[in-house]
């Protein structure tokens, strides 16, 4: 079923180029991906470890290379996220006046792309299918997008392809510290392999960093975020849609699923400069977006805003915290895909987006503005909505992290000034709610015809996914902090057990009875029933 989700919109997509109708074939993917995802979800087993699902065809045995595919409770989400998205995207599309094969094409593409990284266990084919949404996302702004949208083209390729050579450096850099008898590509091995601390800290240290880099560019960390604003008022709505609401959540999934489980040490080494640089996310980038005059460049600016809250969660390593971190990306992929929706339609009836322009929509077209409404809440973090119960479990396991008796911690700062940025992004998207859909109308937009009818079927997936998380998250939660608690619980424990020195070295407590020329799965690891992956491992 998982090589199904992955290769149903490749598929598609050829079949489009070489003549298939090109609407109808991509929504007819994007539903069956759909209802292979939410089966998926029905037939998860909570609360069980590592990877269900798994398929594994061997590519080179001496590299130890295979294409395997799996998932768990993380992967899940995010296969459950990039499907919905994906068909409300596509829906949201239409008639497209030139190329249209290839645009849908694209689309499918990116689709296909992402949900093949989130799903795969091998470290090269989790680089490989990102790659291969890279090339449509150039291609979808350059040629259908509108104002400046070539140099919009150039600047997020040449950003995303500077932030994806910088994490093919630190993939590379991983592989080659890992003892040679212990070398794979397999996540699962190397995972075990960290937590045995078989990667020495100070190669951890430069390896995190360049990942963390890497990482950061693709999700528009600050200062490495100028790119997505602009990329994103120059795109099609259905692009933006997926972009900001899929695909830039594979760095977020990266450092979740490589960066801290195999560079624990590593991650606490660069956590201040990860703390740092999220408020930049946080508080100057939400200034920033105070000060924009136009709703698509708002919108931009909102979605690198909001990754500083994922990123708080992440840096914060607790339980608590990044499990609410999951629960904001799915979230937040979710509300910025909606509000991309409407302000898409806006700008086709009305041929601007500025809010001087616009104003008394919600009078002429009242669904329109409700379902923004809906999405402004979201990203507001009215209770109610997913975007709370991600956001409170951040701020609460973020604060928990640095409770000392003596004092503020550095995150128990972080989490303070994180809280002004909720009363930023109120005060921004309540007054592009007020300039777009409240006040007087004008003559020019009295003519505007409501939504059509079958438009409001993916504005009501969306909503309907938000507060179905919004009045559930325990669903969600159930599935992710199995996830976590294996290696983020393993990880604690043994750097607890870590002795330092008298010079200031650390030192590790021998590992009884290894050999580190042996393979990792001749020693450790045995398979669960049914495919389900690697079962508990030895010390624990």
Aim: with cysteine.
């Amino acid at each position: 079923m998982v090589l199904f989700i992955i290769f149903c919109p490749i598929i598609a997509a050829i079949l489009i180029m070489v003549g298939a109708p090109a609407r109808k074939t991509a929504l007819t993917a994007s539903v069956l991906t759909f209802a292979a995802a939410l089966y998926l979800l029905a037939t998860f087993g909570d609360g069980e470890h590592g990877f269900q699902h798994v398929t594994s065809f061997t590519i080179s045995p001496e590299w130890r290379l295979s294409f395997t595919t799996g998932i768990d409770g993380l992967s899940l989400i995010m296969v459950l996220l990039a499907t919905i998205v994906t068909l409300a995207a596509i829906w949201f599309a239409g008639t497209i006046e030139k190329y249209e094969n290839a645009f849908y094409a694209c689309l499918l593409f990116i689709s296909g792309g992402a949900i093949g990284a989130f799903t795969s266990i091998d470290l090269f084919f989790f680089y490989a299918f990102h790659e291969l949404a890279l090339i449509p996302t150039f291609l979808l702004i350059g040629i259908w997008g509108s104002g400046n949208r070539v140099a919009a083209a150039w600047k997020i390729t040449i950003y995303l392809a500077i932030g994806s050579f910088i994490l093919l450096l630190g993939l590379i850099l991983l592989y080659q510290s890992v003892p040679l008898g212990w070398r794979s590509f397999d996540i699962r091995e190397l995972t075990v392999g960290a937590s045995m601390g078989l990667i020495p800290a100070d190669a951890q240290h430069h390896i995190y960093l360049l990942l963390l880099v890497g990482f950061g560019i693709l999700v528009s960390l600050f200062p490495f975020h100028t790119w997505a604003p602009e990329a994103y008022a120059s795109a099609p709505a259905p692009v933006a849609m997926l972009h900001a609401g899929v695909l830039k959540k594979f760095g977020l999934y990266g450092l979740l699923r490589v960066a801290i489980p195999l560079l624990p040490e590593g991650a606490r080494h660069w956590a201040g400069l990860l703390v740092v640089l999220l408020l930049g996310n946080i508080i100057y980038v939400g200034l920033v977006t105070i000060a924009q005059k136009r709703l698509d460049w708002m919108l931009g600016y909102s979605s690198v805003m909001h990754m500083g809250y994922i990123f708080l969660g992440i840096a914060s390593a607790t339980i608590l915290a990044t499990t609410g971190a999951v629960v904001l990306i799915f979230a937040h992929g979710l509300s910025i895909a909606l509000l991309f929706a409407i302000a898409g339609e806006l700008r086709q009836r009305t041929g601007t987006l500025a809010f001087d322009e616009l104003g008394g929509l919600a009078r002429i077209m009242p669904f329109a503005g409700l379902a923004f409404g809906f999405g402004v809440f979201a990203a507001v973090g009215l209770p109610g909505f997913a975007n709370f119960a991600g956001e409170i479990m951040i701020f609460f396991g973020a604060f928990k992290h640095g409770w000392t008796m003596d004092g503020f911690h550095i995150f128990q700062i972080a989490t303070v000034l994180a809280l002004w940025g909720v009363v930023i992004s109120t005060v921004y998207m309540l007054r592009a709610y007020r300039k777009t859909f409240m006040g007087t109308v004008s003559e020019q937009w009295k003519q505007l015809a409501e939504l059509r009818p079958t438009l409001r079927v993916p504005v009501t997936l969306l909503v309907g996914a938000l507060i179905c998380c919004g009045f559930f998250p325990q669903t969600f939660v159930r599935m992710v902090a199995p996830t976590f608690r294996t290696y983020l619980t393993t990880n604690t424990s043994h750097l607890a057990d870590m002795q330092t020195c008298s010079d200031g070295a650390v030192r590790r407590p021998p590992v009884v009875g290894l050999n580190q020329d042996a393979p990792p799965a001749s020693l450790l690891l045995r398979r669960g029933r049914q495919g389900r992956g690697y079962g508990e491992v030895a010390w624990r």
